[in-house]
T-cell receptor, first 112, second 114 residues
């Protein structure tokens, strides 16, 4: 079983729809990242959170530490939101070091 | 503006060749990482480095080695490239191992081994 599970794997939406991508993890973490990857490869960090909720523009990320679950929401989706969204958890890798463990990503396509 | 650059966007090599992938960051970050990304498998950590001349194996180090002679540069080496190393390779860097720090990714190198 993967330590980080994302759902859905693929998501197609119409412009303007509200979008939710889910991430569940099975390991103890110190923080969780949401990343965005556009075609061509570059990855951008959207959020890092360890509790509660963060908002940036039309993007909202929430995390429930007790349930080991996080969600990424996109309000009023737009075709330029089309990308792969990746959840990653920060776990201890020995001593005081940490590493990221990644979900497999959710491919979002927003049609005009 | 933070910047992580990788030496090539696309690379084609032959089986058995020695391949060098270079990554440079201009943010004075201590921590640097090499990942590969494959369809259906997501990002997987190959090697990472917490400081100059320090390296740690990630989840899939077999067939790879790394070099960190200077703080800003982290090289991934495929000693004898094989077709199963065809992949997208992504480099990332991060400031000191602080609780809240973000990883910054390079644009990726798409490697094809024939």
């Amino acid at each position: 079983k993967n330590e980080v599970e994302q759902s859905p794997q693929n998501l197609t939406a119409q412009e303007g729809e509200f979008i939710t991508i889910n991430c569940s993890y099975s390991v103890g973490i110190s923080a969780l990242h949401w990343l965005q990857q556009h075609p061509g490869g570059g990855i951008v960090s959207l959020f890092m959170l360890s509790s509660g909720k963060k908002k940036h523009g039309r993007l909202i990320a929430t995390i429930n530490i007790q349930e080991k679950h996080s969600s990424l929401h996109i309000t009023a989706s737009h075709p330029r939101d089309s990308a792969v969204y990746i959840c990653a958890v920060k776990v201890r890798s020995g001593g005081s070091n940490y590493k990221l463990t990644f979900g497999k990503g959710t491919l979002l396509t927003v049609n005009p | 503006d933070v910047k992580v650059t990788q030496s090539s966007r696309y690379l084609v090599k032959r089986t058995g060749e020695k391949v060098f992938l270079e990554c440079v960051q201009d943010m004075d970050h201590e921590n640097m990482f090499w990942y590969r990304q494959d369809p259906g498998l997501g990002l997987r950590l190959i090697y990472f480095s917490y400081d100059v001349k320090m390296k740690e194996k990630g989840d899939i180090p077999e067939g790879y080695s790394v070099s960190r002679e200077k703080k800003e540069r982290f090289s991934l080496i495929l000693e004898s490239a094989s077709t199963n190393q065809t992949s997208m390779y992504l480099c990332a860097s991060r400031d000191a191992d602080s609780y809240q720090e973000t990883q910054y990714f390079g644009p990726g190198t798409r490697l094809l081994v024939l």
